[in-house]
């Protein structure tokens, strides 16, 4: 099932986020940004748990993740080790709420308007996949441009 190859997919991806992150040779890297570089590796870190405990962890998994946007992008100088720890705790709840959702749920409407128009949930979890990758390579761009 879909289930399964997205769980294996984000978890491949967020354990490649993990390890982008500890081959900053310098950790304060992490939070670097340039004048074509608006976003650093560690606000993307942010905003990729942010977006996966939201959407899959707090709609799908009633987690009672409670979503701050904004400070996925304000917030700096984050513990390099505090950002490992937000990427495995995420991975955790990816290994007990995706495996779980059904079919039925698959094919229904997902409950929120996230994108234009309202999807099923199956394509919302593709996207989450998908919105994953891109910015895991913006992460590694990153790390081989700035550190």
């Given at each position: 099932?879909?289930?399964?190859?997205?769980?294996?997919?984000?978890?491949?991806d967020?354990?490649?986020?993990?390890?982008?992150?500890?081959?900053?040779?310098?950790?304060?890297?992490?939070?670097?940004?340039?004048?074509?570089?608006?976003?650093?590796?560690?606000?993307?870190?942010?905003h990729?748990?942010?977006?996966?405990?939201?959407?899959?962890?707090?709609?799908?998994?009633?987690?009672?993740?409670?979503?701050?946007?904004?400070?996925?992008?304000?917030?700096?100088?984050i513990?390099?080790?505090?950002?490992?720890?937000?990427?495995?705790?995420?991975?955790?709840?990816?290994?007990?709420?995706?495996?779980?959702?059904?079919?039925?749920?698959?094919?229904?409407?997902?409950?929120?308007?996230?994108?234009?128009?309202?999807?099923?949930?199956?394509?919302?979890?593709?996207?989450?996949?998908?919105h994953l990758?891109?910015?895991?390579?913006?992460?590694?761009?990153?790390?081989?441009?700035?550190?």
């Open positions: 099932m879909i289930t399964q190859i997205l769980t294996t997919l984000l978890i491949r967020l354990q490649k986020l993990k390890a982008e992150l500890e081959l900053y040779q310098h950790e304060a890297n992490i939070w670097k940004v340039d004048k074509n570089i608006a976003n650093s590796a560690g606000n993307l870190c942010l990729l748990v942010g977006n996966l405990n939201s959407y899959i962890g707090a709609t799908l998994g009633n987690t009672g993740y409670v979503r701050d946007r904004d400070a996925e992008f304000a917030l700096k100088n513990p390099r080790t505090e950002l490992i720890q937000k990427i495995e705790a995420t991975i955790k709840m990816i290994q007990q709420i995706l495996p779980g959702v059904d079919e039925k749920t698959l094919l229904a409407e997902y409950p929120l308007l996230v994108l234009k128009e309202k999807t099923s949930t199956e394509y919302f979890l593709v996207h989450l996949a998908v990758g891109y910015h895991l390579g913006q992460v590694n761009y990153h790390r081989r441009l700035l550190d």
